[in-house]
């Protein structure tokens, strides 16, 4: 059995997009004191278009904090299924799953969920079938997670989910061969039961 992947935001990542956001909000707001002391129409008119901008890099600042001190698994990819805390229906159970590929993009990598037929809609919801045509012709799936902003290592992920995805298969193949021969046995002890009436 192969062990389960958990993924975490990264601390050093997280970290510089705290600096980051701290340093340019800071830049922001000085500039618009400068411009409010150099004239109080200039003043005010860069405030218009300061005081969004910096609260909105406060608000990323304080998401990227928050993540940082987060010790929870993000991501978690296990013999159950896959598990992304980042959306509302986070569990997606290998049952559900026709394929799960980890890819590079232009916005980094991401792990592609392509849903079975029967739970698709499900998932995805309403213009099921436009989002369905456009992530063929994007070669997209129909659930994107994307892993940049968490610590991982590609291999280890990649190998993680083609083991587990097919030893969920093998075990599934196994409970239906099963489920199929404790079927028979019922039915055969039936119909010796009323060939005996």
């Known amino acids: 059995m192969t062990p389960s992947i958990e993924l975490r935001y990264s601390r050093p990542l997280m970290a510089f997009g705290l600096i980051a956001c701290l340093v340019a909000a800071g830049h922001i707001g000085y500039g618009g004191l400068i411009a409010f002391a150099l004239s109080a129409k200039l003043g005010a ?12 890099l ?29 959306h509302t229906q986070a569990f997606v159970p290998w049952d559900d799953i026709q394929r799960a590929q ?34 063929t012709l994007t070669l997209s799936g129909d659930r994107v997670l994307n892993l940049g902003t968490l610590s991982y290592r590609y291999r280890e992920v990649e190998q993680a989910l083609n083991r587990l995805h097919r030893e969920h298969r093998v075990r599934t193949a196994r409970q239906n061969a099963e489920n199929e021969k404790v079927m028979r046995e019922l039915r055969e002890r039936q119909s010796q039961r009323g060939a005996i009436s």
């Open 58 to 86: 406060l608000w990323w600042a304080l998401s990227a904090l928050r993540a940082m001190l987060n010790t929870d698994p993000i991501v978690v990819i296990d013999a159950d299924g896959i598990t992304d805390h980042r």
């Open 45 to 56: 008119f860069v405030a218009v278009l300061a005081v969004p901008v910096v609260v909105l």
């Open 102 to 135: 980890l890819r590079y993009s232009r916005s980094g990598v991401s792990i592609h969920i392509h849903f079975t037929e029967a739970v698709a809609q499900s998932y995805v919801g309403q213009p099921f079938w436009l989002l369905r045509i456009f992530n």
